[in-house]
């Protein structure tokens, strides 16, 4: 459909502005960031020709179906060089909630993950907290590993071979050296921007004193994972303190750097939610309508082949809105770990995401840590044992087999 007939009913109500705005990504022209700033900004009859126009994208390029990754979650350490503002899943080596899992910790998980139909094992933990902690030196040293990394790797590869279950790591800032080896034993990997502006690292800030937090070496990591053919995920988190038109510079950021490289095969849009026992436990979350219309944003100025996807666990009660702004993906759904980095928000029940998915007219279809197209791509992007796994569970369209998917 032409954009101006998609917009026809809301035309009049729409600045000249904000309408060119919205018919360019409709019409195959990118957004500029001046664009993206009056888009970022909608409101009253704006933001239903805001969504509009990003599902009618999404459809374009995803058509009706939406994905999640039936997944473990691995804590492997919650050690870190780091105390970012808004995080809980970070302890001090003195706390009792400090905590780095044993390989036989890590094995009874995964294993048990795998009984449960996970094909997935999400590996999460603190950036090289030997670098703060001389406990978490020691505790490497007693497993008989030299870094944080090094210990992570050898731990994906235990996973992969004894239980099946395919490996994506969230690690924090690694090396070429350490990307390279866990490229052989991971199916894609991830690390969140959160947000491109160098504001939110000053005193009062939510990543002051996070140097593992600084936007440039985020990229630059993410730029030699794409040099690597590794398949990445980021995202932006928001509501800790940005502005729109930073969060708006974020995602330009983030589909440059896939310009470039052509890895990023996810890009998450995550609220920030408050916690009582954080330095931000008093800051304001973002709305619905605020996810929303960055979501709606995101979607236009990604364009329709890129996966968005926003966790359905930390909005409970509205999440199929999501749907309706340009998403096409829930992300990792576990039916036996909880979601480590919000312990209090609960996954959504499978059952539960499919009838909310399917009562808004979208199919839900599972898919891997790596998605279909990066699969079809394997070549490029997964090491040789990774790529005999997969092999083993997606049907010809890169999807999960539909006898091994399980609700």
């Known amino acids: 459909m032409e954009a101006h007939l998609l917009l026809e009913p809301s035309l009049a109500l729409l600045s000249t502005p904000f309408r060119h705005a919205l018919e360019k990504p409709l019409n195959g022209q990118p957004l500029t960031g001046e664009d993206a700033y009056l888009l970022i900004h909608a409101s009253g009859a704006e933001l239903p020709a805001l969504m509009l126009a990003a599902s009618h994208l999404r459809a374009q390029g995803k058509g009706n179906t939406v994905t999640y990754s039936r997944k473990v979650f691995l804590p492997l350490t919650n050690l870190c060089r780091d105390r970012c503002g808004y995080c809980t899943f970070v302890h001090a080596p003195k706390e009792t909630e400090a905590h780095t899992m044993t390989p036989d910790e890590v094995l009874q998980v995964a294993t048990e993950g795998a009984r449960l139909g996970c094909k997935e094992a999400l590996f999460s933990l603190g950036d090289r907290p030997e670098l703060r902690h001389v406990e978490a030196r020691r505790h490497l040293k007693a497993l008989g590993y030299a870094s944080t990394p090094e210990y992570l790797t050898a731990m994906c590869h235990m996973v992969l071979e004894q239980t099946g279950l395919l490996p994506h790591t969230n690690a924090g800032l690694l090396t070429r050296d350490e990307l390279l080896g866990l490229r052989e034993v991971n199916a894609s990997m991830g690390l969140m921007l959160e947000n491109v502006s160098d504001r939110l690292l000053e005193r009062g800030g939510p990543h002051f004193g996070a140097k593992s937090k600084v936007p440039r070496l985020r990229l630059a990591m993410m730029e030699t994972a794409g040099d690597l053919g590794i398949a990445f995920t980021t995202g932006i988190l928001i509501g800790i303190g940005e502005t729109l038109e930073e969060r708006v510079d974020s995602l330009f950021a983030i589909g440059d750097l896939h310009r470039r490289c052509g890895h990023i095969q996810e890009v998450i849009i995550q609220n920030f939610r408050a916690k009582a026992d954080t330095r931000m436990r008093d800051a304001s979350e973002p709305s619905v309508l605020d996810m929303v219309r ?30 309706l702004a340009g998403i096409n993906d829930w992300g990792g759904v576990s039916p036996l770990t909880k979601d480590f980095i919000n312990p209090e928000a609960p996954w959504p029940n499978l059952l539960e995401l499919k009838q909310a998915t399917e009562e808004v007219g979208f199919r839900l279809t599972e898919r891997l840590a790596i998605y279909p197209e990066y699969v079809r791509n394997g070549s490029a992007y997964l090491g040789d044992s990774v790529r005999e796994r997969i092999a083993a569970l997606v049907s010809r369209d890169g999807f999960v087999k539909k006898e091994l998917v399980q609700w």
């Not at 944003?297 to 968005?308: E, Q, S, T």
């Not at 930390?314 to 809105?321: C, N, R, S, V, W």
């Open 294 to 323: 960055t979501i709606a944003v995101a979607r236009l100025v990604l364009g329709p082949k890129m996966n968005i996807q926003a966790p359905p666990n930390l909005t409970p009660d509205a999440y199929q809105m999501y749907l």
